[in-house]
């Protein structure tokens, strides 16, 4: 079995038992579950913002504990500060040292579009993100089949969630779009290896339609490379453990979006646009 088979293998029988837990009546019931959701899509092109989709992950199965004392409140405050057009919050306790509480927190101290980053597979993970006060989720689709995304995506939809596709490579892509998904990102790590190669991104920025907002994931360290992947048609970049891996990972993001802008103002004086 890859990473992702036993991540997938231990999410089946943790949602059963969350639901014997938890009934769908219950989640219901949360405060967050008929609020209004905020857009992604809009906040990640909003030209005033980078772009950038800032990630709350303390761990991750191929590095380890990236940073467990980190707090949910300073850094997703600051992310937003520093400039990022929204979050990314890891939910996942078994392999990414996340949990619900971390969402709730995220979303009782910021205004802004905050993705549910977790391994989808059953339809109660999505009521239970509605219910933690998430606007949009992630699908993958090394994980699902193309009809149970597409399935998934439409309940999403319903729910007043955005989607997030997440692809590794063309046929993934071809194979999983449909009309229920808002963003599409690549990710540049592949999560059977974990492997990482930026060159996924721009191997496929042609690839995905119009219409759908693009998003760039994982191994992002590099203010330059943002630009390159932006002139090829990216919207926003989804960047966690180069932040995280810090102290102060509002401070690391506040000063890699501030060179981030300052190459993108140089390129737009150069070029002259």
Sequence with gaps: MNILDKIIAF????????????????????????????????????????????????????????????????????YMQAGAS??????DQEFFGGSEDDLKQARKFNYCPILRKDFMIDEYQLIESRSLGADCILLIAAALAPMELKRLAGLAKNLGLEVLLEVHDRRELEESLNENIDLVGVNNRNLKTFEVNVDTSLELAEMIPEGFVKISESGLSDPGTLVQLKEAGFDGFLIGENFMKTIRPHQAAYNFMQHYRKLLAGQTKTTGA
């Design 11 to 78: 999410k089946k029988t943790e949602v059963e038992e969350k639901k014997s837990l938890y009934p769908v009546k219950l989640l219901e019931k949360s405060l967050f579950f008929d609020s209004r959701t905020v857009s992604m899509k809009r906040y990640v092109k909003d030209p005033e913002k980078t772009g950038i989709i800032a990630e709350f992950k303390r761990k991750s199965p191929s590095k380890g504990w990236i940073n467990p004392n980190a707090k949910v409140e300073q850094t997703t405050i600051g």
């Design 86 to 91: 929204a979050l990314s919050v890891l939910t």
